[in-house]
């Protein structure tokens, strides 16, 4: 059993940014990717980035420059910083974690980006 709990979320204005959080406890094996999907309303969710232990990222072209993941494995933490939020980077955000083939999810956290 393995629980995400985000944290980091809110308002904020175009051209600011925010940090999202997200600590994973329970059962984690040594090898799993960790990363942050979004999901804006009548849209499909999205991968965002993703990390694994081995450092390797992945990132969604339309936040490549502007956002950044990092995370601290002995924590089993993993965070999104967020720069330069535009109105369109609007959604529910979900932590994600997998490994051994199994996707888990965190309940979401708002990112709102309004004037």
């Known amino acids: 059993q393995v629980q995400l709990e985000e944290s980091g979320g809110g308002l904020v204005q175009p051209g600011g940014s925010l940090r999202l959080s997200c600590a994973a406890s329970g059962v984690i094996f040594s090898i799993n990717t960790m990363g942050w999907y979004r999901q804006a309303p009548g849209k499909q969710r999205e991968l965002v980035a993703s990390m694994n232990t081995g450092g390797i990222v992945n990132y969604a072209d339309s936040v490549k420059g502007r956002f950044t993941i990092s995370r601290d494995n002995a924590k089993n933490t993993v965070y999104l910083q967020m720069n330069s939020l535009k109105p369109e980077d609007t959604a529910v955000y979900y932590c994600?974690?997998?490994?051994?083939?199994?996707?888990?999810w965190g309940q979401g956290t708002q990112v709102t980006v309004s004037s």
């Open positions: 994600n974690l997998m490994q051994r083939g199994r996707p888990n």
